[in-house]
C-alpha cells in the first residue's frame, strides 16, 4: 500500500514496455489493494479486468495471520482457467511462508510449475532514481539472501 512502491512498479512496467498493448490498452494494471478490504481490489473496467492472468508477488509473508488473506486474494484475482501467480521470496522461512506455500501447492486444481533459486540479476537496483544507496537502505536484505522463485499455476506446465 505503499505509493512509491506503486510508483516504482509503474515505471517498471513503462521500462519493460508493458503499459500499452496493441489497442492501446494497459498490459499491466498496478495497484495497491488492502488484502482484507475488496472494495479496494481491482474492478471490471475497460482499461482494467476483474480477472488475471498473471499476478505477481515479491516477499509478501511476514506473518502467518495473513497467508488466508494472500491466498483469498491471488485465487480471487486470477482467471479461473488459465490464471498464474508468480511469487518471489527470500528462503528464510519467514512466519508462514511454509504455511502459505503447503496451501498453494494442495489448492485443487493448481499446479506449481516451477521452484527456482533466483538469478542475481533479478537482485540488481530497480530503483526509478537508480540511486544505490537508496537501494542499499531500503533492500539491505537482497544482497544476503538466497531469493526464490515460484510459479503456481491453474495449468499443467510442468512437462513442457
Known sequence: ????????LVHNAKLNEFD????NRPRVHTQAIDWSNTTTWPTDQ??????????IGSDLIYHSSIVPLLKQVVLSLLDENCGTF???CPDTNRDGLMD???EMKAQSGWYVNQ???CPDEFKENALVSGDDEEFFLHF???ASHTYLLYEFSKVDRRGS
Open 115 to 117: 521452484e527456482l533459486v
Open 1 to 8: 500500500m505503499n505509493p512509491t512502491t506503486v510508483n516504482n
Open 100 to 102: 502459505f506455500l503447503q
Open 46 to 55: 475497460a482499461d482494467c479486468p476483474k480477472k488475471f492472468d498473471f499476478v
Open 20 to 23: 500499452i498493448d496493441k489497442v
Open 140 to 142: 539491505h536484505e537482497i
Open 86 to 88: 508468480l511469487y518471489v
